[in-house]
């Protein structure tokens, strides 16, 4: 008899496996077919944010939808291409009672990973209120990881944030991922609920079901990370099954791992926990490393990943040192709590990964009542050199920010007198500025083409934007005066313009303005991460040159006298001189704008010969990216300057803002030093660039003494630009700072209007 019970167990087993195997979902006759594919293609986005891509198959089932005859073919095509990945199949009756089936995707889940599946949703009643699940065996707090409570093993969530609504949308049919997290290894069962609100669980509780599923075992994978010299460091690593699906899952990383990253940072001697399979793996560490590729099996016998990078160039041996003066630790959409955020061990890391030298980790608005705490006045406790992490300001979500956000770097004291927080900070960005210059902070414009946006992309142009904005807006005004430094010297209230991470003619267009009139701002590279660009650190540079060791003081300092040159990382422009003189002179403090640092003198117009050492690197085949619009990001990027579907860019000597020689180099990554002549007839600016990618600061060749007085149209834009940003800013400054407002917009007027009448007609 025990050999009857046998066989019927077996039986039994195989039939409920069979069943499992043919679970059929119900399918949805009457559905409006139009917002059914939109809802989709929002699916589609949120699976791929979430590292759980859907297969080709299923993409282009839901991409082609749209193009089939019959609204019954798009449904068809629809629910066959979604169905198969559901774990669960919801039915919501007219009377808003939630009854749930088992749905036919394999149950499969990773220890200490997460596992993305799709839920099925018949909404007869239109219900616009969240989808809700709850688990016995889940963690007791949503979103946490599940706790030591023995039979508390997994952690479940419906993810309803961007692409996707919070709220069910209430057409008849709809999917929504369902994200699962398991604590152990093994065969687990869960009982799971939904509901869409209190009081909608169906009568004799069919709104849960129990589902067992197999937890398979992480295999331990040591990593071995070299440099190009053998030695140990930090790199970023992207990882996908065969499946196209990021591991760790991306859906509850914590950090240092931020969870709107496809890629992890790790170092040398640390390790990974991958579920059994095939995997690829993408390593690289910032713009100036080649990218490596490889894939690899995961299975009982774990083998150590190991990988020797390389570089295509190394600026820092020549005393060029990498950094990004806007960072944050905190804010914007993409932290769990962006009023805390991370701490700097996490930031330092994805400084380090990047090969990102000096990261300025700017407190603002959101976080700064809880990240002012983590100031000293000099570099963080985390920094190992040459990796430098210092937190400094963005004035951001307060006191100035409506006239245009500011970077305030080297800052000795944090807090604006007459407070601890950010209510008392002063509206007009010159007074900010003045407090900032006095304990010799290095200033200048956050996000700069933020409010000049021009319908154009002719550089120079002269449309007056609408300064409307947060970037260099008051910009215009405050680069004309000059303020109190510390030890009574006297210094410009603008050190540099920030570039990189808006679309570069709005950028480039005022700072060449400004420098026609005879102003000496320089240019910065930054990425605002992660507001503007949340990718990674490090998408805007600024290459300082500094002799000796770096410190993030002489990087800041370099950066105001202008002995850096900005870029995406992917060309150089290192050394760039004239008659064999530095762009700018070695110094240790700030001195006054009349100063000739990075000035070459003639006695009367001449031919003046300028040299660069000249790199740039861009894959065989263009990405695309040229063909995009200029205010599309990415707004700097090599891909910028290819040429054609050559592998070559341009290499353009300016002077006054104009192209007045250029050079086609191949962006193969190999060093070049470029040799350019042009006559000078009068005093003016002169730089380097390959436009979309690298710009370096100025020259100032000043002849028989003159001031540079470029352009009497620069100078009316910019008077004109006066005008406009006070009719746009001006309701924004409170009585008491009324007077300072009028002051110093008048000063402004008065600058322009003498800069007019000493230059001569275009």
């Known amino acids: 008899m025990w050999r009857n019970f046998f066989f019927i167990a077996i039986l039994l087993a195989l039939s409920c496996q069979l069943a499992v ?36 198959a299923a993409k282009a089932k839901i991409a082609n939808a749209e193009k089939l005859d019959s609204p019954e073919a798009i449904r068809k095509s629809i ?6 990945l559901c774990v669960a199949e919801i039915e919501i009756n007219p009377e808003s009672r939630v009854k749930v089936n088992e749905g036919p995707a394999k149950r499969e889940l990773d220890q200490n990973g997460w596992r993305v599946f799709l839920v099925k949703v018949h909404n007869q009643a239109g219900v616009t209120a969240p989808l809700r699940v709850q688990s016995d065996q889940a963690a007791p707090i949503a979103g946490s990881p599940a706790d030591q409570v023995p039979d508390r093993w997994l952690d479940i969530q419906v993810f309803d944030q961007r692409p996707l609504a919070a709220n069910l949308s209430g057409i008849q049919l709809e999917y929504r991922p369902l994200l699962m997290y398991s604590r152990d290894i093994g065969k687990r069962t869960a009982e799971i609920a939904f509901n869409v609100g209190q009081g909608t669980q169906d009568i004799g509780f069919r709104n849960d079901i129990l589902l067992t599923f197999d937890c398979l075992a992480g295999i331990k994978i040591p990593l071995e990370i070299k440099d190009e010299n053998g030695k140990p460091t930090t790199a970023a690593l992207e990882i996908t099954d065969s499946q196209g699906r990021a591991y760790p899952s991306t859906a509850k990383r914590s950090a240092p791992d931020f969870h ?47 990988f020797q990078l390389r570089r295509w160039i190394d600026p820092s041996l020549k005393g060029w040192w990498s950094g990004d003066h806007h960072i944050h630790a905190a804010g914007c959409a993409h932290y769990a709590d962006p009023t805390q955020g991370v701490h700097a061990p996490d930031m330092l890391r994805h400084c380090q990964g990047e090969d990102l030298k000096i990261g300025a980790n700017l407190t603002w608005g959101p976080c ?58 002063p509206k007009l960005g010159l007074n900010t500025l003045r407090w900032a210059q006095k304990q010799g902070a290095v200033c200048g414009p956050a996000h700069s083409g933020w409010g000049l946006e021009v319908k154009t992309d002719a550089l120079p142009n002269f449309v007056v934007p609408p300064y409307s904005g947060i970037g260099a807006n008051e910009y215009i005004v405050d680069v004309t005066h000059l303020v109190d430094g510390p030890d009574g ?124 050492d000249v790199a740039a690197l861009l894959p065989e085949v263009p990405t695309g990216i040229a063909e995009r619009p200029y205010a599309q990001q990415p707004y700097w990027h090599i891909e910028r300057a290819r040429i054609g579907k050559t592998r070559e860019v341009p290499v353009e000597l300016i002077v006054n803002g104009f192209p007045v020689e250029r050079q086609q180099i191949v962006a193969d990554g190999v060093q070049r ?63 008491e700072e009324m007077e300072d407002a009028v002051a110093a917009y008048d000063h402004a007027r008065q600058v322009y209007r003498k800069i007019i009448e000493e230059s001569p007609k275009d």
């Open 21 to 56: 195997a043919q679970v059929q979902l119900k399918q949805a006759t009457d559905v409006e077919t139009q917002p059914l594919i939109i809802q989709c293609q929002r699916l589609a986005e949120a699976l791929e944010y979430l590292g759980a891509p859907l297969n080709e």
């Open 79 to 84: 629910q066959s291409a979604l169905d198969p």
């Open 260 to 306: 709107f990253h496809p890629q992890i940072y790790r170092h040398d001697g640390e390790s990974i926990h991958l579920p059994r399979g095939d995997y690829q793996i993408r390593i690289t560490r910032g713009p100036e490393y080649l990218e490596e590729t490889k894939s690899f099996k995961v299975d009982d016998e774990a083998q150590a990943l190991k």
């Open 368 to 425: 700064f009542d809880y990240q002012k705490q983590f100031f000293t006045g000099t570099i963080d406790k985390v920094s190992t050199y040459p990796y430098l992490l210092r937190y400094d300001i963005e004035v951001s979500g307060f006191g100035s920010h409506e006239s245009g956000h500011l970077c305030l770097l080297r800052l000795k004291d944090q807090m604006y007198p007459g407070g601890n927080s950010t209510t008392h900070w």
């Open 489 to 612: 010297t006297i210094v410009p209230a603008m050190d540099f313009i920030s570039l990189c991470d808006t679309p570069m003619i709005w950028e480039l267009n005022i700072w060449y303005h400004t420098l026609n009139c005879g102003f000496r701002t320089r240019g910065s590279g930054e990425t605002d991460f992660p507001c503007i660009y949340g990718e990674r650190v490090g998408l805007g540079r600024s290459y300082v040159k500094i002799a000796g060791e770096l410190t993030y003081d002489a990087w800041c300092e370099g950066i105001s006298r202008g002995n850096n040159y900005v870029s995406d990382g992917r060309s150089h422009l290192m050394d760039f001189c004239v008659a064999n003189k530095p762009a700018a002179e070695k110094a240790t403090q700030k001195v006054p704008a009349a100063a000739p640092d990075s000035e070459h003198s003639l006695s009367g117009p001449g031919v003046l010969k300028f040299s660069c």
């Open 673 to 735: 030093t470029l040799t350019f002549e042009t006559r000078i007839e009068r005093s003016s600016w002169v730089a380097l660039r390959i436009l979309g990618s690298s710009h370096t600061n100025p020259i100032f060749v000043i002849v028989d003494e003159q001031p540079i007085r470029a352009s009497k149209r620069s100078a009316q834009w910019c008077l004109d630009g006066v005008e406009q940003c006070w009719g746009q800013k001006q309701r924004f400054f409170p009585p």
